[in-house]
C-alpha cells in the first residue's frame, strides 16, 4: 500500500494578513488616484459662443454702416441695438449651461465672452451689412434645428430677428 503524501498546509499568521490586506488597499488607491491623474478631453466649446461673436460682430458692423448711410441711421442704430441685446442673451445662456448659480457667482472654468470681435476693414455698405445680417440669420436658423428647448427657442428668435433687419429695417 502507498504511503499517504502529506498535503502542504499553508498557514497564514495575522501579521502576512494584514499586509496582504494593506497592499490591496494601497493597490486599489493608487489604482482609483490614477484615473483622477489622466488628462481629461477639454470639453467642446458652447456652440452659442460663435453665434455671441457674430450678434458682437454685426453691432459693430452697424454702427459702422452708420456712418455711409446717414439717412439710415435710425434703422442702423435699431439693428446694432438689437444685435446687442442678442448677444447678451446668448452670453447669458452660455453663463448659465456652464453652471452660473442663482446667487450670482461663477465658476472658475467659465467660458469668458470675445474680447476681440471683428469690426469691418471699412465702413460697410448697407448692402454688405445685409449679407452680414443674413449669414448672421442662416448660421442662427441652422444651429437651432440641431438644438432643443430654451436654446433652439433663443436661436429660433434671433434668426427671425435677423431676417427682419435685412427685409424691413434695411429693404
Same mark, same amino acid.
Given at each position: 500500500?502507498?504511503?499517504?503524501?502529506?498535503?502542504?498546509?499553508?498557514?497564514?499568521?495575522?501579521?502576512?494578513?494584514?499586509?496582504?490586506?494593506?497592499?490591496?488597499?494601497?493597490?486599489?488607491?493608487?489604482?482609483?488616484?490614477?484615473?483622477?491623474?489622466?488628462?481629461?478631453?477639454?470639453? +467642446? /466649446? &458652447?456652440?452659442?459662443? *460663435?453665434?455671441? =461673436?457674430? @450678434?458682437?460682430?454685426?453691432?459693430?458692423? $452697424?454702427? !459702422?454702416?452708420? %456712418?455711409? +448711410? /446717414? &439717412?439710415?441711421?435710425? *434703422?442702423?442704430? =435699431?439693428? @446694432?441695438?438689437?444685435?446687442?441685446?442678442? $448677444?447678451? !442673451?446668448?452670453? %447669458?445662456?452660455?453663463?448659465?449651461?456652464?453652471?452660473?448659480?442663482?446667487?450670482?457667482?461663477?465658476?472658475?472654468?467659465?467660458?469668458?465672452?470675445?474680447?476681440?470681435?471683428?469690426?469691418?476693414?471699412?465702413?460697410?455698405?448697407?448692402?454688405?451689412?445685409?449679407?452680414?445680417?443674413?449669414?448672421?440669420?442662416?448660421?442662427?436658423?441652422?444651429?437651432?434645428?440641431?438644438?432643443?428647448?430654451?436654446?433652439?427657442?433663443?436661436?429660433?428668435?434671433?434668426?427671425?430677428?435677423?431676417?427682419?433687419?435685412?427685409?424691413?429695417?434695411?429693404?
Amino acid at each position: 500500500m502507498p504511503t499517504p503524501v502529506p498535503h502542504a498546509r499553508s498557514t497564514m499568521d495575522r501579521r502576512a494578513a494584514l499586509r496582504l490586506a494593506g497592499s490591496a488597499a494601497v493597490a486599489a488607491t493608487a489604482a482609483s488616484t490614477a484615473g483622477c491623474f489622466r488628462q481629461q478631453p477639454p470639453p +467642446a /466649446p &458652447d456652440p452659442l459662443l *460663435a453665434q455671441e =461673436l457674430s @450678434a458682437r460682430t454685426d453691432v459693430l458692423w $452697424a454702427k !459702422a454702416a452708420a %456712418t455711409l +448711410a /446717414p &439717412d439710415h441711421t435710425a *434703422a442702423l442704430t =435699431l439693428i @446694432a441695438a438689437q444685435r446687442g441685446e442678442h $448677444a447678451d !442673451a446668448l452670453r %447669458t445662456e452660455i453663463d448659465r449651461a456652464a453652471g452660473v448659480y442663482h446667487d450670482g457667482t461663477r465658476p472658475s472654468s467659465r467660458t469668458p465672452p470675445p474680447t476681440d470681435v471683428p469690426g469691418p476693414p471699412t465702413p460697410p455698405t448697407l448692402t454688405a451689412l445685409r449679407d452680414q445680417l443674413t449669414g448672421s440669420q442662416r448660421s442662427a436658423a441652422d444651429l437651432a434645428v440641431g438644438l432643443s428647448g430654451f436654446r433652439a427657442g433663443l436661436l429660433a428668435s434671433v434668426s427671425a430677428s435677423c431676417a427682419t433687419h435685412v427685409a424691413v429695417l434695411l429693404g
